[in-house]
């Protein structure tokens, strides 16, 4: 079983468009994450939410809305979609929101904005 | 703003030869990890050292961390080609919520 699952694990959009990306973990985590990885490898935190409740909102344009259902799912919304959005989206999560806890992260989901 | 450097960015040895990467960070840490990437993959998490720690060993993996240098580096031992992957450090933000990774450091392991 796929401890933390993301669809799509492709999306190719045109600017100015609005999608969305799924995750879901089985893990029975209380925090959940969402990451950017840019073209450079570098990985940068964007959200964090633990037990459904926004904790981390790093300085992210507004186009992006993450929404977190239930504590098993973390949905990541973007608005306007514009090139510079074009990256790859990872989605993690972890038993608690400590820095000792291990985050366990999902497959990614490459966006490519035309 | 961002914690750990790793270095070399990018390192390629044979197989059966130890890879070192290092890390580097700016401010005090409780803690520290490193993660592995392989390509097209999401990062998985080997191993976490804390700041009392000096040195730290699972299987093939050896991390230290000199907290007076605020350095670790990483350590594999008789590299295989499944090592080929990019490695990343992370120390955790000041408010102690979330990981901040460093660029990482690719290797490439040739047989």
């Known amino acids: 079983d796929t401890a933390v699952s993301q669809t799509p694990k492709y999306l190719v959009t045109q600017m100015g468009n609005d999608k969305s990306i799924k995750c879901e973990q089985n893990l029975g985590h209380d925090t959940m994450y969402w990451y950017k990885q840019d073209s450079k490898k570098f990985l940068k935190i964007m959200f964090s939410y633990n037990n459904k409740e926004l904790i981390i909102n790093e300085t992210v344009p507004n186009r992006f809305s993450p929404k977190s259902p239930d504590k098993a799912h973390l949905n990541l919304h973007i608005n306007s979609l514009e090139l510079g959005d074009s990256a790859v989206y990872f989605c993690?999560?972890?038993?608690?929101?400590?820095?000792?806890?291990?985050?366990?992260f999902g497959p990614g989901t490459r966006l490519t904005v035309l | 703003s961002q914690q750990g450097e790793e270095d070399p960015q990018a390192l390629s040895i044979q197989e059966g030869e130890n890879a070192t990467m290092n890390c580097s960070y700016k401010t005090s840490i409780n803690n520290l990890q490193w993660y592995r990437q392989n390509s097209g993959r999401g990062l998985v998490h080997l191993i976490l050292?804390?700041?009392?720690?000096r040195e730290k060993h699972s299987g093939r993996l050896r991390v230290t961390l000199d907290t007076s240098k605020k350095s670790s580096s990483l350590l594999i031992t008789a590299s295989r080609a499944a090592d080929t992957a990019s490695y990343f450090c992370?120390?955790?933000?000041?408010?102690?919520?979330?990981?901040?990774f460093g660029k990482g450091t690719t290797l490439s392991v040739s047989s």
């Open positions: 993690a999560s972890s038993f608690r929101i400590v820095s000792t806890d291990t985050q366990y």
């Open positions: 992370a120390t955790e933000s000041q408010a102690g919520t979330a990981l901040i």
């Open positions: 050292i804390r700041s009392n720690e």
